[in-house]
């Protein structure tokens, strides 16, 4: 485990000395890696910092507004990107490419907004196994290898590029972030696009979107999965009332784990799992099934994509 009372003054100067006199933007998600990543330069920069939140329009349900709330106490500043994210999707199903589309749009928005405020370094929450999955072929993460080549940003500052997940939990609480973020079940960047097989449309998120919600609340609170989630991985024949249907295939996945390199299936009682595939049928009508992924990573990786 990271000895935190010696990796914490040593990532504030680390920052110190990349950012040099300058301003440095913060890729701030609400995430604990990029919260633990702005609480660090925030002690490093003052206000030479700049918290951005970019809402891709892929986000979970309610996902903007409890940002806003979590750090109403900060600067930050919301960007609403959502038609530029989903355009920039149009069109494209292969999984790298659409992961390198969100990393490039994530750049191109943060050069923006960073632009207006004269900022020339990027500050962003890069963990190990984000560089062993990407530099090893497994996916490219929007933020390793899913980033563009050229860039406005003359340094990409990443104080946890060493850190597993659970060491950056860790960080936080010797930072006294809040336990809701300490704990905060990890979100993919390139958010529910990952999350949907295939090309992503409006349409998809909104299904997907209602579903991660359904599925998290049903299994959050009473198992503490270390992840779990909803995914639209499909379209298939239902049947309705007396209607045949040809609807989405909805899989729930939950898993636990230590800091994301593996995974276990949650065992979760067959009874629960009827309940949770009952609400999304009925709450959301275009799905027509329901499954439940068992499968460990490895072989899978925990997103589908």
Excluded at 72 to 85: M, N, T
Excluded at 223 to 246: E, M, S
Aim: charged share 25%.
């Amino acid at each position: 485990m990271v000895k935190t009372e010696r990796f914490i003054p040593q990532a504030i100067e680390e920052i110190k000395k990349a950012a040099g006199t300058g301003k440095v933007v913060v890729a701030l998600s609400g995430g604990v890696d990029s919260s633990v990543c702005a609480a660090l330069a925030a002690q490093a920069l003052g206000d030479r910092l700049i918290p951005i939140y970019i809402d891709t329009g892929l986000m979970r349900k309610g996902e903007t507004e409890r940002i806003k709330t979590v750090f109403s106490g900060i600067r930050l500043q919301v960007v609403d990107a959502g038609d530029e994210f989903l355009a920039a999707l149009v069109g494209i199903t292969d999984p790298e490419k659409k992961r390198k589309a969100i990393g490039e749009r994530f750049i191109r928005v943060f050069e923006r907004e960073a632009k207006k405020s004269g900022a020339t370094c990027l500050l962003q929450g890069t963990i190990y196994p984000d560089r062993i999955e990407s530099e090893g072929g497994i996916k490219s993460h929007h933020n390793v290898g899913g980033m563009p080549l050229e860039m406005a940003f003359t340094k990409v500052i990443e104080p946890i590029r060493d850190l597993y997940k659970d060491e950056v939990r860790e960080v936080a609480g010797a930072l006294g972030l809040p336990l809701e973020i300490q704990h905060r079940m990890p979100f993919p960047g390139p958010g529910l696009a990952v999350r949907i097989l295939g090309e992503v449309t409006k349409e998809k998120v909104a299904v997907i979107r209602e579903a991660n919600w359904i599925a998290e609340s049903e299994i959050v609170e009473q198992y503490r999965p270390w992840q779990c989630f909803a995914a639209l991985i499909g379209l298939g024949t239902g049947v309705k009332g007396d209607n045949r249907i040809h609807g989405w295939i909805v899989a729930i996945r939950a898993v636990n784990s230590r800091d994301g390199m593996t995974a276990d299936p949650l065992e979760i009682p067959f009874a629960d799992l009827t309940r949770i595939g009952a609400r999304i049928t009925a709450e959301i009508p275009s799905v027509a099934r329901v499954v439940y992924d068992i499968t460990p990573k490895p072989p899978a990786t925990i997103e589908y994509e």
